[in-house]
């Protein structure tokens, strides 16, 4: 739940990768990935079964970016982009 001014990976059960700033946040932020430019493709990953959350910029791969994402009952994902 986003509330208080908090935004996508501000807590910990959200997840964001930010290319202009090379970070990405979940509650906390770190260093990640490469800085995007105009016309570029972000493509994203997110994989249940290793519950693991992956990027790629146009067609590098840049990693995985979130390990021991939390699965299970009564989760849902909803996929957000910020321009």
């Known amino acids: 739940m986003f509330t208080g001014g908090e935004g996508?990976?501000?807590t910990t059960d959200s997840y964001a990768y930010d290319?202009?700033?090379?970070?990405?946040w979940n509650g906390d932020r770190s260093n990640f990935g490469k800085?995007?430019?105009?016309?570029?493709?972000?493509?994203?990953?997110?994989?249940?079964?290793?519950?693991?959350i992956l990027y790629w910029r146009n067609q590098d791969f840049l990693g995985v970016a979130f390990a021991n994402v939390?699965?299970?009952?009564n989760r849902a994902y909803f996929p957000a982009a910020s321009i």
Not at 19 to 24: D, T
Not at 36 to 49: P, Q, R, S
């Open 8 to 10: 996508v990976g501000d």
């Open 70 to 73: 939390e699965t299970g009952p």
């Open 35 to 52: 800085r995007w430019a105009t016309g570029d493709v972000i493509g994203t990953l997110i994989n249940l079964n290793t519950r693991e």
């Open 19 to 24: 290319g202009y700033r090379v970070l990405k």
